[in-house]
Nanobody, 125 residues
Framework: QVQLVESGGGLVQAGGSLRLSCAAS????????RGWFRQAPGKEREFVAAITWSGGTTRYAESVKGRFTISRDNAKNTVYLQINSAKPEDTAVYYCAVSSYVGSDYSADKNWDYWGQGTQVTVSS
């Protein structure tokens, strides 16, 4: 049974930092794309960041570029999201995901196969 478990969420002040982790179990995802999405109250879930299996290519939503960094440790079957210079508009439930999709439409929900249960990130102003 595949399971993705996020951790590291919490409350942070604007301008602060937070590191999210997502550990996978049930199978090895070293050859899969890993990613993060988020959903703010009253809004649809949106793409945040993605990383290829090798870690050689990363993609970010424009709203987080330069502030967020996605990375992965295949030996630990874990992906990370470093949040720096947090803003109140970053407040959301953050979900990690895994994808076998190799196309360019990586920001679409439908192209991701497995999802975590989410972790809350709240940025206070």
């Amino acid at each position: 049974q595949v399971q993705l478990v996020e951790s590291g969420g919490g409350l942070v002040q604007a301008g602060g930092s937070l590191r999210l982790s997502c550990a996978a179990s049930g199978r090895t995802f070293s050859s899969y794309r890993r990613g993060w999405f988020r959903q703010a109250p009253g809004k649809e879930r949106e793409f945040v960041a993605a990383i290829t299996w090798s870690g050689g290519t990363t993609r970010y939503a424009e709203s987080v570029k330069g502030r967020f960094t996605i990375s992965r440790d295949n030996a630990k079957n874990t992906v990370y999201l470093q949040i720096n210079s947090a803003k109140p508009e970053d407040t959301a439930v953050y979900y990690c995901a895994v994808s076998s999709y190799v196309g360019s439409d990586y920001s679409a929900d439908k192209n991701w196969d497995y999802w975590g249960q989410g972790t809350q990130v709240t940025v206070s102003s």
